[in-house]
């Protein structure tokens, strides 16, 4: 049963924007962090955002400034909307949902599908 659905990857120019969304289903309870992986190919999958119940966002370095998230508690679904990409951010991008109140570094229990990102030079 799929209970995290993300949408809203493609591919895009350098210099150009997309944003992720992901929304998770009713039959996940207590979500206390959500947050976007990302894993290009050869490498491992490391976290680029992540965001809390209470709305703290934390953000890796190579995106910072880039790169915001958002997410709305009611609706269980987090954002994150990419700006000024570059060809590095070429990856599968995965939501991910945590009961932890700081998102781990390795994920939380529930998983999307992942959603392809591709940013041409």
């Known amino acids: 049963q799929v209970q995290l659905v993300e949408s809203g990857g493609g591919l895009v120019q350098t210099g150009g924007s997309l944003t992720l969304s992901c929304a998770a289903s009713?039959?996940?309870?207590?979500?206390?962090?959500m947050g976007w992986f990302r894993q290009a190919p050869g490498k491992q999958r490391v976290l680029v955002a992540s965001?809390?119940?209470?709305?703290?966002?934390s953000y890796a370095e190579s995106v910072k400034g880039r790169f915001t998230i958002s997410g709305d508690n009611a609706q269980k679904t987090v954002n994150l909307q990419m700006n000024s990409l570059k060809p590095e951010d070429t990856a599968i991008y995965y939501c991910?949902?945590?009961?932890?109140?700081?998102?781990?570094?390795?994920?939380?229990?529930?998983w999307g599908q992942g959603t392809q990102v591709t940013v041409s030079s």
């Open positions: 965001i809390t119940r209470t709305g703290e966002t």
């Open positions: 009713e039959r996940i309870n207590a979500i206390n962090s």
């Open positions: 991910s949902a945590s009961s932890r109140f700081s998102m781990p570094t390795m994920g939380g229990a529930y």
